[in-house]
C-alpha cells in the first residue's frame, strides 16, 4: 500500500503575484514595451491578469515622462485599467518620492486619491522621529479609508524599525503586507536569492510580506520567497530581463514565470479578490 501525504501538508496559502510594470525613471529606451501612459498601462492590466497577477503597482508620469504623483493623473491611469479588466486587478498607486516629492506632499497626494492600495517607503514617509506624529495620523486615516498598505523596506535595518514602529501604534492596526527590497535602483544591480535571508531573520517576519528583486535572478528569487510562504512583485520597475539574461517580451512574461514556479510548487495563485480579503483576515 502506498502511503499519501496528508491533505493540510499539501495546502498553501494562494500567491499573490504582484506587476511593476515602469517604475519612476525608465522609459521606452531601457525597453520599448514599458508602459508609460494610461492607456499602456491599461493594455499591460489586461496582459498580466491573464498570465496570473492579481495587483498592478502603477507609476504615473508628467508630459515630459517624468514621474508624476498627481491624484488626478491616477484617476485616468485606475480609470482605463477598469474599463479594460474591471476589478480582476487590484490597483495600487506608488507615492514614491523619486527625488522630487517631500513625505508632506507624498501623504497630501495619497489623501486627494483615496486608492484602493498604495505602497509607501518608510524611510520617506517616516524619515526620523520628527516625522512620526503626522504619520500616525496619515496611517490612521489609511485604516479607516479601507485603504490596502505596503509598506517598502530596503533593508533588514529598516525590518527592525518598522516592528519597532509597529508596536508603538505608529502605523496603525491592520496590516501592511510589507515588500522587501532585495537590492537598491542603481545600474547593472543583481539580486540573488541569498538577499532574502536578513530581512527574514530581523524579527518574526509578518503574516503577509512580498519580496522584488533586481535582474535577471528576479525569478530565482520570486521562487525562493514563494516556496517560504511569501508573495512576490515582477516586473520592468525593477528587471528587464529574463533568466538567461535576455531581454524579457514584456511584463506578462514575468508575470509567468512567477505563476509557473508557483505551479511547480502545487501552490495556487490568488486573486484580486483573495488579495482584498487578506487583509481582513
Same mark, same amino acid.
Given at each position: 500500500m502506498t502511503a499519501t501525504a496528508p491533505a493540510e501538508a499539501l495546502l498553501w496559502p494562494p500567491?499573490? %503575484? &504582484?506587476?511593476?510594470? *515602469?517604475?519612476?525613471?525608465?522609459?521606452?529606451?531601457?525597453?520599448?514595451?514599458?508602459?508609460?501612459?494610461?492607456?499602456?498601462?491599461?493594455? *499591460? &492590466?489586461?496582459? %498580466?491578469?491573464?498570465a496570473g497577477a492579481a495587483l498592478i503597482h502603477i507609476h504615473v508620469r508628467d508630459a515630459e515622462g517624468r514621474h508624476l504623483l498627481d491624484a488626478d493623473a491616477y484617476r485616468e491611469a485606475t480609470a482605463a485599467i477598469?474599463?479594460?479588466?474591471?476589478?480582476?486587478?487590484? /490597483?495600487?498607486?506608488?507615492?514614491?518620492?523619486?527625488?522630487?516629492?517631500?513625505?508632506?506632499?507624498?501623504?497630501?497626494?495619497?489623501?486627494?486619491?483615496r486608492p484602493e492600495a498604495v505602497s509607501l517607503a518608510l524611510r520617506e514617509i517616516i524619515p526620523d522621529e520628527a516625522h512620526e506624529a503626522a504619520a500616525a495620523d496619515f496611517f490612521a486615516w489609511l485604516r479607516r479609508e479601507r485603504v490596502l498598505v505596503q509598506i517598502i523596506l530596503y533593508s533588514p535595518e529598516e525590518v527592525l524599525r518598522y516592528h519597532t514602529l509597529k508596536g508603538r501604534g505608529v502605523l496603525g492596526e491592520g496590516e501592511d503586507f510589507p515588500l522587501f527590497v532585495l537590492g537598491r535602483y542603481t545600474s547593472g544591480q /543583481?539580486?540573488?536569492?541569498?538577499?532574502?535571508?536578513?530581512?527574514?531573520?530581523? #524579527?518574526?517576519?509578518?503574516?503577509?510580506?512580498?519580496?522584488?528583486?533586481? #535582474?535577471?535572478?528576479?525569478?530565482?528569487? &520570486?521562487?525562493?520567497?514563494? #516556496?517560504?510562504? #511569501?508573495?512576490?512583485?515582477?516586473?520592468?520597475?525593477? *528587471?528587464?530581463?529574463a533568466p538567461d539574461g535576455t531581454h524579457a517580451d514584456n511584463n506578462a512574461a514575468q508575470v509567468r514565470r512567477a505563476a509557473e514556479a508557483a505551479r511547480l510548487l502545487n501552490r495556487p495563485l490568488a486573486t484580486a479578490d483573495v488579495v482584498r480579503g487578506l487583509y481582513n483576515a
Open positions: 500567491l499573490v %503575484i &504582484a506587476n511593476a510594470p *515602469n517604475g519612476a525613471t525608465r522609459t521606452k529606451t531601457d525597453h520599448p514595451a514599458l508602459p508609460m501612459t494610461a492607456a499602456e498601462l491599461a493594455r *499591460n &492590466a489586461a496582459e %498580466i491578469v491573464e477598469r474599463r479594460e479588466v474591471g476589478d480582476r486587478l487590484v /490597483v495600487q498607486a506608488t507615492s514614491e518620492a523619486a527625488g522630487r516629492y517631500k513625505a508632506p506632499e507624498q501623504i497630501a497626494v495619497v489623501r486627494a486619491l /543583481v539580486s540573488t536569492p541569498a538577499d532574502l535571508v536578513p530581512f527574514l531573520a530581523a #524579527g518574526t517576519p509578518p503574516r503577509l510580506w512580498a519580496m522584488c528583486a533586481f #535582474g535577471p535572478k528576479e525569478n530565482a528569487c &520570486a521562487t525562493v520567497a514563494a #516556496g517560504l510562504g #511569501g508573495h512576490v512583485r515582477v516586473g520592468f520597475e525593477n *528587471n528587464l530581463f
